[in-house]
């Protein structure tokens, strides 16, 4: 069953949490984040957006266009995660972004999960720090490669 529940609208976007969208739609904003893989089959972003703990996605109310999308990932108990933040390039600088943060961060408070992070492009830093976040002192984001073991 296809769920959507509308978050916010302002200046022409409405922000919803969904869990589901139009893949193709979802693999062309993560193209223009340049975080896709020709390799990866779109479909997979079925699951992918079913198994956030919040997905939201930014819609341009004048044409329907999806313009952005950002997700938390979280066991929905503890910590929460902010991913795959991203809004169009034609899109930028309307405060769309920070729409799509805030409404996944409401969803988050929201449900007791108030401890949020997220790994931080470089440059990126002001987008965030204006919103809350704060520099994690002490820590060193780390990802795993099994391939350079």
Known sequence: MEKHETMTEEAGIEVRLVNVW?????ADLYRAGGWWNE??????????????????VAIDTATGKAVGMGRVISDGVSDGYVQDLIVLPGYRGRG?????LSALLDHCTTTGVT????????GT???????????????????????RK
Request: net charge negative; glycine share 8%.
């Open 22 to 26: 139009d893949v193709e739609v979802i």
């Open 96 to 100: 769309i972004g920070t729409m799509i």
């Open 39 to 56: 390799e990866w089959n779109p479909k997979g972003l079925r699951d992918l957006i079913a198994g956030s703990f919040a997905f939201a």
């Open 125 to 147: 830093e002001p987008f965030y720090t204006a919103l809350g976040f704060q520099r994690m002192e002490g820590h060193t984001p780390m990802r795993w490669c099994p391939e």
């Open 115 to 122: 401890w949020v992070a997220l790994v931080a492009e470089p």
